[in-house]
T-cell receptor
Framework: EPEVTQTPSHQVTQMGQEVILRCVPISNHLYFYWYRQILGQKVEFLVSFYNNEISEKSEIFDDQFSVERPDGSNFTLKIRSTKLEDSAMYFC????????????????FGDGTRLSIL | AQSVAQPEDQVNVAEGNPLTVKCTYSVSGNPYLFWYVQYPNRGLQFLLKYITGDNLVKGSYGFEAEFNKSQTSFHLKKPSALVSDSALYFCAVRTGISGNTPLVFGKGTRLSVIA
């Protein structure tokens, strides 16, 4: 069964440095998402992406964050200047949803990247 | 704003016994409800969803969930628990039918099945 893959599995970065988290969504999926999970807390939505632009974003997704689909397969999350509170597990997800036709197809998640800010 | 509550941080059940993991929701429109499971060091794995139709939905690994509109609940159930069911379970809701509507998750319930 096709999977969402994320790299690296663990990223350690100094505070203030830029970090890029990478994701390869399932190939025929059209919607892409980033979520994060701070240790011991709930999974929180960051951003959704469709047709090469952001569809929706949460208040967590401030100017320090950006997303990009640089080619036909990768979907990246960039944090421009990391802070200690950015330490979390970051999950990428994708789904086949395309408007009403495939409404509410489940989102498929990758195994996550654990980001540790020192 | 939509929200999901999972009132139990931890559920312990003996192998072979039925299990229930509770979830209640609060939404302004029609709820679209999901259950995900997370095994250690893994991502969230889809179990089942309720969109419309029968209130009892069946999913992966023998799990099922019952949608109760009057009680705004969507409890996850399994008739006979396995040790391998031990994991972290998340209930989630979305109110939009288009693909960009994000999932709102509960805080998760850790299920421990004891042999």
């Amino acid at each position: 069964e096709p999977e969402v893959t994320q790299t690296p599995s663990h990223q350690v970065t100094q505070m203030g440095q830029e970090v890029i988290l990478r994701c390869v969504p399932i190939s025929n999926h059209l919607y892409f998402y980033w979520y994060r999970q701070i240790l011991g807390q709930k999974v929180e939505f960051l951003v959704s992406f469709y047709n090469n632009e952001i569809s929706e974003k949460s208040e967590i997704f401030d100017d320090q964050f950006s997303v990009e689909r640089p080619d036909g397969s990768n979907f990246t999350l960039k944090i421009r200047s990391t802070k200690l509170e950015d330490s979390a597990m970051y999950f990428c997800a994708s789904s086949r949803d395309r408007g009403l036709t495939y409404s509410n197809q489940p989102q498929h998640f990758g195994d996550g990247t654990r980001l540790s800010i020192l | 704003a939509q929200s999901v509550a999972q009132p139990e941080d931890q559920v312990n059940v003996a192998e072979g016994n039925p299990l229930t993991v509770k979830c209640t929701y609060s939404v302004s429109g029609n709820p679209y409800l999901f259950w995900y499971v997370q095994y250690p060091n893994r991502g969230l794995q889809f179990l089942l969803k309720y969109i419309t139709g029968d209130n009892l939905v069946k999913g992966s690994y023998g799990f099922e969930a019952e949608f109760n509109k009057s009680q705004t609940s969507f409890h996850l159930k399994k008739p006979s628990a396995l040790v391998s069911d031990s994991a972290l379970y998340f209930c989630a809701v979305r109110t939009g039918i288009s693909g960009n509507t994000p999932l709102v998750f509960g805080k998760g319930t850790r299920l421990s099945v004891i042999a």
